[in-house]
């Protein structure tokens, strides 16, 4: 190969790397954005479940003073075209049974993984920080305690 074909190859490269980079980032603004619809309901945590081979999933939960989902919304999916999507399948469900996957409602899956884990972590911040009462500032106490600053 010559210097040029061997040019022309890392441009390609670079290009298509650059392309998959700011799809990636496409894509994490518009789950942010289904989230952000998420939190203004209650407490909110994301889960994650999965890997490369099998997939990764997302869920982000929102629970009221009840610590009973008040709203879902999951991102699932190989490629940088999969959209967030609501979680209907959840709502209403106490964090406790959703914290146990194989168990939860929808059960043995990633998207069930995703949910419980995402249920653990709002359990850890009831053990560390008590229940959230129902007032607006401190309802998003986990997401502000978390990444600091505010919703």
Excluded: C
């Excluded at 298509?16 to 939190?39: D, E, I, L, S």
């Amino acid at each position: 190969m010559t210097n040029s074909t061997i040019l022309i190859l890392v441009l390609v490269f670079a290009a298509v790397w650059a392309v998959q980079m700011a799809a990636g980032g496409w894509q994490a603004r518009r789950f942010m954005r289904a989230v952000r619809a998420v939190r203004i309901q209650g407490r909110t945590a994301i889960g994650v479940a999965g890997g490369r081979v099998r997939g990764r999933a997302y869920v982000a939960i929102a629970v009221g003073p009840d610590d009973r989902v008040v709203a879902a919304t999951r991102l699932t999916g190989k490629t940088v075209l999969a959209a967030p999507q609501d979680l209907p399948q959840i709502v209403g469900h106490d964090i406790n049974d959703l914290a146990s996957a194989a168990s939860g409602p929808l059960g043995d899956t990633t998207i069930g993984a995703a949910a419980a884990d995402a249920a653990r972590h709002l359990q850890k911040d009831n053990a560390e920080t008590g229940p959230v009462e129902a007032s607006y500032p401190t309802m998003h106490r986990l997401h502000r305690s978390r990444w600091g600053g505010e919703p």
